[in-house]
């Protein structure tokens, strides 16, 4: 598996922003200054694409020691979806619409797993948000088993933007949650849904909660409090296809 692609230098940075390229995560040089850095900064603040300032030295490795001036950039390996077409077109296919929100989730080994359980299950898309969201790399795609090239996936601002989208197709929101008394195996999956799973820290955060329609989790017999999230994911989307079967 190839690593994503790297592109190096400020104007090419910023080229590739005005492009649409999809940037997973740009790497800038601490005490970079001039017009030109300033123009690149003002491009990754308003398209909210993740940065780090890293020592030049880790700049020279990343670019194999080209002329990076100060800016490396690492770009994903897939092209994301539209989500307002992607709703869409679920919608008029005639099927029940099935999506995955992930609120945060920032480990690229559960966001592979996730995904691979997504496209086993008949998931329609999944929706991350641009900001601490775990990217779409080599590691990602590897533990998808190459399902993230067969996954619909979305990157929204903010997941709220895709819950009042999804709202407004008369998709119902169902939050994993231990914040609830409810039990997954009481939700009507047959219904048109999305599945919220939360961070692996924190879960889903409480301005999300408020937003849903159902609050549902599993049932623990164990000592732990908590599953892995991308183990949890599994079990809710298998229970949507139990009932849908």
Request: hydrophobic share 40%.
């Amino acid at each position: 598996m190839e690593e994503n692609t790297t592109i190096f230098g400020i104007r090419a940075i910023i080229e590739a922003i005005e492009s649409d390229a999809s940037l997973n995560k740009v790497y800038l040089q601490k005490g970079l200054r001039g017009d030109l850095f300033f123009q690149l900064d003002k491009l990754l603040k308003k398209n909210k694409i993740s940065t780090s300032v890293v020592p030049t030295e880790k700049l020279d490795r990343l670019s194999k020691h080209n002329n990076h001036q100060g800016a490396v950039a690492k770009i994903s390996p897939i092209a994301f979806h539209d989500l307002e077409v992607l709703i869409e077109t679920t919608v008029e296919s005639g099927e029940t619409p099935l999506f995955l929100l992930l609120d945060q989730v920032s480990d690229v080994r559960n966001f592979g797993a996730i995904i691979r359980t997504a496209e086993c299950t008949g998931v329609n898309g999944i929706i991350i948000q641009k900001s601490g969201s775990a990217p779409v790399n080599a590691e990602t795609i590897k533990t998808s088993a190459g399902a993230a090239f067969k996954m619909p996936i979305c990157k929204v601002d903010h997941i709220k933007d895709a819950m009042f989208q999804l709202q407004a197709a008369n998709i119902k929101l169902l939050a994993a949650t231990e914040k609830t008394e409810d039990n997954v195996f009481d939700i009507d999956f047959k219904q048109p849904m999305a599945i919220i799973m939360g961070s692996e820290h924190k879960g889903v955060s409480n301005s999300v909660l408020k937003m849903v329609d159902y609050k549902a989790k599993l049932p623990l017999l164990g000592e732990i409090e908590s599953l892995n999230v991308s183990v949890a994911c599994g079990a809710f989307l298998y229970e949507a296809v139990r009932q849908r079967q």
